[in-house]
Each structure stands twice: as structure tokens, then as C-alpha cells.
């Protein structure tokens, strides 16, 4: 049978009330996604600050419609929704990327240890050094209703999931299998992730509201494990990885030149 997973959901609404004015903590034991339930509710008009942790997902969605599947306990899943209005979109996440990445792992491991570092795969990937996925974020934002939808600069409500291994799962099909946290930490479970990520998270964020992610780029290139290395795009194109620019756009030096890339999927070439 399986254990009850107790989150404290009154420690985290106290953490992050004075913050989120209306902020309210919702656990389901099942749903479908996490993140189609809030956008869901915000095109219905439902726009209040709100966490919504999934113990499990039945249709959890990655990037590009991958599917994020996981049993109780096995991974911390969740979304956070709030209205946002921030000067540029782009970059965001990243900014979480970078957030979520210095939370678990506050000091970056010496050189040589035997501990992983946490790094970020652009766009929206945590991994654990060896190129083994360890997490996934997934922003979406939806208008206001009666808003005026193509005012580039009126708030929207954004809803960003974040799916992390907590413990080890199967690698069916994968180049390398799966990272987790408890490879790091035995004894950490995903209450104590969420404890450790979620005051961050929502401060990066208004943080990022104001100044977008150009005062970021020094932390992400901490953590940025493409840098560096040759990469192939969708498109078939590849290249030598140049980091990031003040926009958050990854930047490839391919034969046609230095080139910004807002939008791909990207592949590691192997060494």
C-alpha cells in the first residue's frame, strides 16, 4: 500500500501568501495534468495565484507534447499559476530553469567531485551532468477573458509546471536513462524538494517580471551544459553552442555564421 505523502500545505501557503496576495495550495491525488487543469480554469476566468500539486499524472505533457507519466511518490509535479505582466516573455524559462537548479543544488560541485552538477539543456530542461535528464518545465499563458489579447503587454495569467525525478525510474527506449534527485540526496522526496524550490521560484519570477532575463545570464551560464558543444537542430543544421543571449535565445555558430535560435529542438552531438 502506499504511504500518504504529507506536503505541509499550510508551511508553503504561509511561505508564499505575503507574496501572492489571494494564493491558495491544492493537492490532487490523480489528475490528468497539472497544467491543462489551471490553463483550464484560466480561460474560464479563474485567475487567482494558486499551486497545484499532482501526487500523480494520468497525461502529464512535456515539450512538444511528450507525455510526463509518473507513479506517487516517483516524481514531484507541479504547476504554478499567477498573473504575470512582465516587460519581455522571452527567456522565462530559463529564468525557472535557473531557479529551480540553484535551489536543489545551491553550490555547484568542485571540479572532479563526484557529485553531478545540475545543469540547464536549453530551454527547458534540468539535467544531471552525463546528459541524463533530471527535470522538465513547461510554461503556457493564456489571456485574460474580455482582454485585450494582442496587447503584448497586458497581463496574462502563466501557468509553469515543473516535473523532477525524485526517484529512480526505467529507462525503457532512452539513450541514457533518467536522473533523479535522491542520486544526489538519499533522503530527499519531493515535500522537501517542493520546500526547498517553491519560495525561489516565485521570487525569480516577479523578479523576471520586472527585469527580464538579461541580469540572468551569468547564473545560467553556471549551469548551461551545452556551451561549448556541437549540437544539431531540427532542422538538420548544427553547429558549436555559444550560450545564450540577453533575450535567453541559444546561440549556435554554424558555417553560415553566429546564429540565434528561439524556438528548436535541440540534440547533443556525442564527443
Known amino acids: 500500500m502506499t504511504q500518504p505523502i504529507h506536503w505541509n500545505a499550510e508551511a508553503l501557503w504561509q511561505a508564499i501568501a505575503p507574496q501572492l496576495p489571494g494564493f491558495s495550495v491544492e493537492v490532487l491525488p490523480s489528475i490528468g495534468s497539472s497544467n491543462t487543469e489551471l490553463m483550464r480554469r484560466a480561460r474560464e476566468g479563474q485567475t487567482d495565484p494558486v499551486l497545484l500539486i499532482a501526487e500523480q499524472q494520468t497525461a502529464g505533457r512535456g515539450r512538444l507534447g511528450r507525455n510526463w507519466i509518473s507513479g506517487v511518490g516517483d516524481s514531484l509535479m507541479f504547476s504554478l499559476g499567477m498573473p504575470?505582466?512582465?516587460?519581455?516573455?522571452?527567456?522565462?524559462?530559463?529564468?525557472?530553469?535557473?531557479?529551480?537548479?540553484?535551489?536543489?543544488?545551491?553550490?555547484?560541485?568542485?571540479?572532479?567531485?563526484?557529485?553531478?552538477?545540475?545543469?540547464?539543456?536549453?530551454?527547458?530542461?534540468?539535467?544531471?551532468?552525463?546528459?541524463?535528464?533530471?527535470?522538465?518545465?513547461?510554461?503556457?499563458t493564456a489571456s485574460f477573458v474580455g482582454s485585450h489579447q494582442h496587447d503584448v503587454h497586458a497581463p496574462r495569467y502563466v501557468v509553469i509546471g515543473v516535473g523532477i525525478n525524485v526517484r529512480p525510474r526505467p529507462g525503457d527506449g532512452m539513450r541514457t536513462p533518467p536522473a533523479c534527485l535522491q542520486e544526489l540526496d538519499p533522503a530527499l522526496d519531493a515535500p522537501t524538494a517542493l520546500a526547498c524550490i517553491l519560495p525561489a521560484l516565485v521570487n525569480e519570477v516577479q523578479v523576471f517580471a520586472h527585469g527580464g532575463f538579461a541580469p540572468l545570464m551569468e547564473r545560467f551560464a553556471r549551469r548551461d551544459l551545452l556551451a561549448g558543444r556541437e549540437v544539431v537542430l531540427s532542422d538538420g543544421s548544427s553547429g558549436l553552442a555559444q550560450g545564450v543571449g540577453a533575450d535567453g535565445g541559444f546561440l549556435v555558430r554554424t558555417a553560415a555564421g553566429l546564429q540565434a535560435v528561439t524556438s528548436s529542438e535541440i540534440s547533443v552531438r556525442p564527443r
Open 84 to 140: 504575470l505582466a512582465p516587460r519581455d516573455w522571452s527567456g522565462l524559462s530559463l529564468a525557472v530553469g535557473v531557479s529551480v537548479a540553484e535551489s536543489l543544488q545551491p553550490q555547484l560541485p568542485a571540479a572532479g567531485s563526484a557529485v553531478p552538477k545540475i545543469g540547464i539543456k536549453w530551454p527547458n530542461d534540468l539535467w544531471l551532468e552525463g546528459d541524463r535528464k533530471l527535470a522538465g518545465i513547461l510554461i503556457e
